[in-house]
């Protein structure tokens, strides 16, 4: 089983969701407007503490897919104390991208990213949400209206061809344009106590 970071580590390295879960929650939606256009979807999987080893702070996950999966909770993680078998570890993963046309635009061409990382404070329960965004701006060099096709170029000097189905979309986009691209990942940690036992009731005397 593959050692991964739990909360703190796993937001900032963003492991895929599908890697965490065969079965997960899945919900999307897209959206356009004149010279605009976005989509967003959420993956939402809830696993299990099996076991814990608090001398290598190693844990062992089951999950949805019955598959158990062991982690490293390092210094970082705080209130690793408070994490118990039985316990559940509520995973959500969104993904949104937008796209904007920006006419006859003058920014540079080039590429921006942001993290940001939130713990739980100490004594609350384990908990962690990450995000990262992705600000890329490229310049329209080539239109091919026939093929439905637009060609934009990186700062790097890459040409990339992006198929545009929509022709109304397709007619707003000139030469000399430019795309605007952001891309923001989140991923939230939070932990759900184990039920406290159901106690029998006493016998009757």
């Known amino acids: 089983m593959r050692s991964l970071t739990i909360l703190a580590l796993i937001a900032t390295a963003f492991i895929s969701p599908l890697a965490l879960a065969q079965k997960p929650e899945v919900t999307g939606a897209v959206g356009t407007a004149p010279g605009k256009g976005a989509a967003v979807a959420v993956v939402s999987a809830t696993a299990t503490v099996e076991a814990i080893d608090a001398k290598t702070r190693a844990i062992t996950l089951k999950m949805p897919n019955g598959n158990s999966r062991t982690v490293i909770a390092g210094e970082e993680v705080r209130n ?9 570890v509520n995973m959500k993963y969104a ?3 937008t796209l904007e046309l920006k006419k006859e635009g003058k920014a540079v061409v080039g590429r921006t990213q942001t993290t940001s990382l939130e713990r739980a404070k100490p004594g609350d329960t384990p908990a962690a949400i990450a995000k990262r965004e992705t600000t890329a701006t490229v310049d329209v060099v080539n239109v091919d209206a026939q093929k439905k096709v637009v060609s934009v170029k990186t700062a790097k000097g890459e040409i990339i061809d992006l198929p545009i189905q929509d022709p109304e979309q397709l007619k707003l986009i000139k030469k000399g344009d430019q795309v605007q691209a952001t891309y923001t990942e989140a991923l939230a940690l939070s932990l ?8 029998a009731p006493a016998p009757k005397k």
């Open 192 to 199: 759900e106590p184990a039920a406290a036992p159901v106690s």
């Open 95 to 97: 993904e949104a991208m």
């Open 80 to 88: 690793f104390d408070k994490i118990k078998v039985g316990d559940k």
